[in-house]
């Protein structure tokens, strides 16, 4: 089983991610985890990724497709969730082809959704932990005590990439690349769109109701 988990900055994919591996034993595929792994170990790879993360740079394509490829090898006996991964079409493509080359291909492409109005709302609401992270939301998961962590009395701040113009910029990124894949996975006849309103537990609930009798929980 492999599944593709996509949806816009802000809708919460990175909870469901989580969640999804831990309920149905995926591993989860993550270019950023994977890219600092490759640095951490300094492998040939990692050297090159580090030379163009120094210069402010984007890794090329190429060295994406090469680590995607490598993770698929070690992988082929799992079952494999793509986190934020394919970004755009040409990614898609190529993965496409990677699987293929396996005998595989993806069974799931699922779409968080839920409108840019709503994911600025929420965006706008969001507080951070200084101290310990702890993420809040003053809408759907407010502190116990206004401006206050409830795990450790720190002070909560809100985040620059949070203000709206900033939020706006990535939508549009969004929209304009990956909510491309949309069309490219209808046509496999993979695609699925998540309502992603609501709490975790609610949106979790709709994913598992599609992935149910799919997939072994063993
Ligand atoms: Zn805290």
Do not use: W
């Not at 116990?144 to 701040?157: A, N, P, S």
């Not at 309103?197 to 799919?214: A, P, V, W």
Request: net charge negative.
């Amino acid at each position: 089983m492999r599944i593709v988990l996509f949806g816009p900055p802000g809708v919460g994919k990175g909870t469901q991610a989580e969640l999804l591996a831990n309920h149905f034993h995926l591993v989860k595929f993550s270019m950023g985890d994977l890219l600092r792994q490759e640095v951490a170990v300094s492998s040939s790879i990692g050297r090159r990724v580090e030379s163009y993360l120094k210069q402010g740079n984007l890794v090329p394509d190429d060295i994406i497709v090469e680590l995607v490829y490598n993770f698929l090898l070690e992988n082929r006996e799992r079952d494999i969730l793509f986190d934020g991964f394919p970004r755009n079409l040409n990614q898609a493509h190529s993965l496409e082809q990677n699987l293929a080359q396996l005998g595989q291909k993806i069974d799931f492409a699922l779409e968080l959704y839920i409108a840019d109005e709503e994911i600025i709302k929420r965006l706008q609401n969001r507080l951070y932990c200084s101290s310990c992270g702890r993420i809040y939301n003053c809408l759907t998961d407010p502190p116990k005590k206004k401006g206050i962590c409830d795990v450790c009395g720190q002070e909560l701040i809100k985040r620059d990439d949070d203000e709206e113009p900033v939020i706006r910029r990535r939508l549009d990124v969004y929209n304009s690349q990956t909510r491309l894949l949309t069309e490219y996975y209808k046509e496999l006849n993979v695609y699925k769109r998540i309502d992603a309103s609501g709490s975790k537990e609610q949106i979790f609930k709709r994913i598992c109701e599609i992935l149910d009798g799919y997939i072994d929980k063993e």
